[in-house]
């Protein structure tokens, strides 16, 4: 099973928010996940980020792979540089 760190898009219509969750990548992007790693809303100002570094760091060391724009919310987010200095070790 390929698992990806992704966004799931949540919110009424016209008002976006997104879940970092772990997915398998052969699901739908609002389908089935395995477990929700944080949150992203884009519309206030500035960006709300909340994001379980240590579940997303355990994540990234089994494999997952993080889609773009999860992994620049990774690296706002210090869990990218939590990840490569666990890996470097």
Same mark, same amino acid.
């Given at each position: 099973?390929?698992? =990806?760190? #992704?966004?799931? @898009?949540? !919110? &009424?219509?016209?008002? $976006?928010?997104? #879940?970092?969750?772990?997915?398998? /990548? #052969? @699901?739908?992007? %609002?389908? @089935?996940? +395995?477990? +929700?790693?944080?949150?992203?809303?884009?519309?206030?100002? $500035?960006?709300?980020?909340? +994001?379980?570094? %240590?579940?997303?760091?355990?994540?990234?060391?089994? !494999?997952?792979?993080?889609?773009?724009?999860?992994? =620049?919310?990774?690296? +706002? /987010?210090?869990?990218?540089?939590?990840?490569?200095? /666990? &890996?470097? &070790?």
């Amino acid at each position: 099973m390929a698992v =990806k760190l #992704r966004l799931t @898009r949540v !919110g &009424k219509t016209k008002q $976006p928010q997104y #879940r970092v969750v772990a997915a398998d /990548s #052969r @699901r739908a992007r %609002d389908g @089935r996940f +395995i477990e +929700i790693l944080g949150q992203y809303n884009p519309r206030t100002e $500035p960006s709300t980020l909340s +994001i379980d570094n %240590d579940k997303a760091v355990r994540w990234l060391l089994k !494999g997952a792979q993080p889609t773009e724009r999860v992994r =620049k919310l990774l690296e +706002i /987010s210090g869990a990218w540089a939590q990840f490569t200095a /666990s &890996k470097a &070790k």
